[in-house]
Each structure stands twice: as structure tokens, then as C-alpha cells.
């Protein structure tokens, strides 16, 4: 079982519509959360945080079930330019440094 | 430029050759990482380092690879006598601390393949 696990989608949807991408992970102890974006042949970029009280971005919003082991992320209002992969991202406790990606899930936003 | 430069961005290397990857982190981070990913999946953690002291190696990174940071600021990969399954992109990032409270800033990747 993978530590970190996403749905791979894609998930197509209009633009202005809301999505939200879960992932689940397997490590009990983990310290720290983080949703990142991926563009097409790019690098891995920080998206936001993840607290456990639940944090807003804009028309991000990003959720922590620890009881769960689960973490979701809310897209409000898509826009053309939210197309892109989104990786769920855990840090464990025992190795602060080090981030576990899932494989990520493929958002695409028509007009 | 500030951010972390990776060089070269493609490699295309026949089976059996070595490579060597280049990365310059953000001047002022003293924490450097090595992942790899390949198509479709999220990356790997290779290596960790501080300053110039590697603290972790992912049992991913076979002996055929080895990291390097010699003096604390730029670092290199290296793949000896490369294998088709080592084609990726290969990432390096760079921090100033460790944690939640620390950005992680990814470089734009060396991609490789081999033929």
C-alpha cells in the first residue's frame, strides 16, 4: 500500500465549477500536510499548508481529518488555469525534512 | 536569478554510460534534497543534505548513484553505468530549515533518458 494515496482522476469540469481532490495516508505519526501543483513537465509547487483547524486560501480551502487519516482540497470558481496535477503531500515526524508525495491528481478545467 | 537552478534541464545517455547532474540551491538554504520522479507518479526522496553532510540516503539510491555536496552550496548526482529504468526527471529542492514552517523550493528538474 502506497503511503499517500490519491484518486488519479482526471477530473474535467467547467470553468466556475467547485471540485475537491481527497487523499488519504497510511503513517498515523505524520507531522505536516501540503497540497502542491504541478504544471505539465514542471516542477512540484507549494499550493498551501494544511493545519489541522482547516485553512482558506482564496478559493482554495484545504481540510485535516486526522482521526481519518485523511485530507481533502476544495477548488471554488475554476478557472482555465487551475489545469494541472495536485499532489497531496505528507512529511512524517520522525524525518522532518523528508516529503511523501501521492501520485497526484489530474485536474482539467474546459471553458 | 534566486531560485534553484538544475543543470542540464534534458540528458539523453546510452545504456551503460555515467552521468552527472548539477544543482544550485538558494544561496541561503543550507538544506538540499535529491527526488525522482517518473511519469504518472509523484517524486521519490533519493537524499537529503545539511550543508555539506548527506544525512539520509533512500534505499531507492542504488550503488550505482552517488550525491554529493562539497562544500555546502552546490550539489551533484552522478548514475554510473546508467539503466533504462533510470530514466526521470530529476528533481533537487532546497530549504532553510526543516518543517512544516519551511518552504521547499523545487528546481525546474534534469530530465533523463536512456537509450
Known amino acids: 500500500r502506497k503511503e499517500v494515496e490519491q484518486d488519479p482522476g482526471p477530473f474535467n469540469v467547467p470553468e466556475g465549477a467547485t471540485v475537491a481532490f481527497n487523499c488519504t495516508y497510511s503513517n498515523s505519526a505524520s507531522q505536516s500536510f501540503f497540497w502542491y501543483r504541478q504544471d505539465c513537465r514542471k516542477e512540484p509547487k507549494l499550493l498551501m499548508s494544511v493545519y489541522s483547524s482547516g485553512n482558506e486560501d482564496g478559493r482554495f480551502t484545504a481540510q485535516l481529518n486526522r482521526a481519518s487519516q485523511y485530507i481533502s482540497l476544495l477548488i471554488r470558481d475554476s478557472k482555465l488555469s487551475d489545469s494541472a496535477t495536485y499532489l497531496c503531500?505528507?512529511?512524517?515526524?520522525?524525518?522532518?525534512?523528508?516529503?511523501?508525495f501521492g501520485s497526484g491528481t489530474r485536474l482539467l478545467v474546459r471553458p | 536569478d534566486t531560485g534553484v537552478s538544475q543543470d542540464p534541464r534534458h540528458k539523453i545517455t546510452k545504456r551503460g554510460q555515467n552521468v552527472t547532474f548539477r544543482c544550485d540551491p538558494i544561496?541561503?538554504?543550507?538544506?538540499l534534497y535529491w527526488y525522482r520522479q517518473t511519469l504518472g507518479q509523484g517524486p521519490e526522496f533519493l537524499t537529503y543534505?545539511?550543508?555539506?553532510?548527506?544525512?539520509?540516503k533512500s534505499r531507492l539510491l542504488s550503488d550505482r548513484f552517488s550525491a554529493e555536496r562539497p562544500k555546502g552550496s552546490f550539489s551533484t548526482l552522478e548514475i554510473q553505468r546508467t539503466e533504462q529504468g533510470d530514466s526521470a526527471m530529476y528533481l533537487c529542492a532546497s530549504s532553510l530549515g526543516t518543517g512544516q514552517d519551511y518552504g521547499y523550493t523545487f528546481g525546474s528538474g534534469t530530465r533523463l533518458t536512456v537509450v
Open positions: 543534505f545539511q550543508n555539506e553532510a548527506q544525512l539520509e
Open positions: 544561496s541561503e538554504h543550507n538544506r
Open positions: 503531500v505528507v512529511m512524517p515526524t520522525d524525518s522532518s525534512y523528508k516529503l511523501i
